[in-house]
């Protein structure tokens, strides 16, 4: 199923989440905190005019955004004023 972002909206699927610190020690799932960054899967034309491209990794805002299922997938969609930054 496709998606097309309206106006200044960015579909973002988030990064894998870390189930692990790097002392080894595992994390359960009920302390798990979603990951705050994610790949840009698609954009809306106003959100592409300012710079934000499909496959770019952002950083956004903690209590951001509308989480949606497509395919199967969890991803997020977000007004391109949320996105804080792209990592380069």
Known sequence: MAFK????RVLIER?????T???GI???????EKP????????GVDA??????EGDIVVFGKFTGTEIVLDGK???ILASDDILGIVE
Do not use: C
Request: negative net charge; without cysteine.
């Open 26 to 32: 595992i994390i359960p799932d009920s302390a798990k």
């Open 15 to 19: 990064e894998a989440e870390v189930r």
């Open 5 to 8: 972002p309206l106006a200044n």
């Open 74 to 76: 969890e991803l997020l």
């Open 48 to 53: 592409s005019a300012e710079g934000i491209s």
């Open 36 to 43: 705050l960054q994610g790949k840009v899967i698609a954009v």
């Open 21 to 23: 610190t790097a002392s």
